[in-house]
């Protein structure tokens, strides 16, 4: 009896013990992995020569179908239509539950940093972006997400030279997005809209991204050129930079955006001498000239920001413009 009960817990820590190992074995594979690549190579064994089996796009999610190679290198995965093949591990992320989202952020972040990427792949980016936008109802994340997709979209009109553009798939990818791009014909160029982008952030307007998407309005510019018009250069100051400051006076970028007004003040605002293809015409452009500089005052009296009175002065300067008849017209 006394050794019965003694073999009894000793039976009972084996029955433990083997459970614990078929529940292992038996999840061991449930583990989803998302590419975390562009059009990552799915091959039919764990080498770099094998035969490929397929190329999937950034943001494919595959299950783990079996034990990872020797040395942890590659990883065997079964696709949602059952095929099952091998994929670089530390091209995939690991799909922890709950944490779908988040593993999504960190892919995109990651991938958003990478320079001299092909158009093809900026635009597989764009488009994953895009695609998990849709489905985020978290306000905060949401408008981070709106900011990547513009950063990606922007990403993908640098890549995209004229001579591509007229043919597809970049001609229909660029047809898609016509609202939310313009075509810069002096510069022979796509670039963001720059009211699309105002747009944008109007729709996070208490979110932590809308100082970046106000940034990322302030720094795009516009498409066209001033061609040599003052005018239209102290307006573009106010309309860009100028903007920023009022809608983010205490904004992360505000010191820059000030610096930015001063710096472009000094050399608008120069003799005549220094910049003699500056146009200006007093009769016809001082009420507007007056109104943006006006506008950039106020833009950085209300500035929490280091630089403040050198960029009024600068900007003040520009007043005398209407006054002196030094420019005169040109």
């Known amino acids: 009896m006394t050794a019965a009960r003694h073999r009894l817990p000793r039976l009972f820590v084996g029955l433990a013990i083997a459970a614990a190992t078929t529940t292992v074995a038996a999840g ?15 091959r039919q064994t764990p080498n770099a020569d094998a035969p490929i089996l397929a190329f999937l796009p950034i943001g494919t999610e595959v299950t783990e179908a ?18 099952e093949g ?17 593993t999504i ?24 972006i895009e695609r998990e936008a849709s489905a985020i109802a978290d306000a905060q994340t949401a408008a981070r997400f709106d900011l990547y ?18 043919r597809d798939p970049y001609l229909s990818w660029l047809d898609r997005h016509k609202t939310l791009i313009a075509y810069d014909e002096p510069g022979g160029r796509w670039i963001l809209s720059n009211s699309t982008i105002w747009q944008i952030h109007d729709q996070h307007p208490d979110a932590a991204a809308a100082d970046e998407i106000a940034w990322l309005a302030a720094t795009n510019g516009f498409a066209g050129e001033c061609g040599g018009k003052l005018v239209c250069y102290v307006d573009a100051i106010n309309k860009l930079h100028g903007e920023y400051l009022r809608r983010h006076p205490a904004g992360r970028h505000a010191d820059e955006a000030v610096a930015k007004i001063r710096e472009a003040s000094v050399q608008l605002s120069a003799p005549a001498s220094a910049h003699p293809f ?8 001082c009420a507007s000239l007056l109104k943006a500089v006006d506008g950039l005052t106020a833009a950085i009296a209300g500035a929490s920001a280091a630089g403040k009175a050198e960029a009024g002065q600068s900007v003040g300067a ?13």
């Not at 513009?150 to 030279?161: F, M, P, Q």
């Open 149 to 166: 997709r513009l950063r990606a979209v922007s990403s993908v009109l640098t890549t995209i030279r004229l001579n591509l553009g007229k």
């Open 318 to 330: 520009l007043r005398a413009t209407c006054k002196a008849s030094a420019i005169g017209n040109r």
């Open 66 to 83: 079996g034990p990872a190679g020797m040395d942890k290198t590659w990883v065997h995965v079964r696709l949602q239509d059952n095929r």
């Open 278 to 285: 500056y146009m200006f015409d007093k009769a016809r452009d």
């Open 28 to 42: 061991a594979h449930d583990f989803v992995r998302m590419t975390a690549a562009t059009n990552l190579t799915l």
């Open 105 to 128: 952020e960190g892919i995109v972040v990651d991938r958003l940093g990478r320079r001299g990427d092909s158009p093809s792949t900026t635009i597989e980016l764009a488009d994953f």
């Open 86 to 102: 091998w994929l670089l591990a530390n091209l995939t992320r690991v799909v922890e539950s709950g944490r779908r989202t988040a």
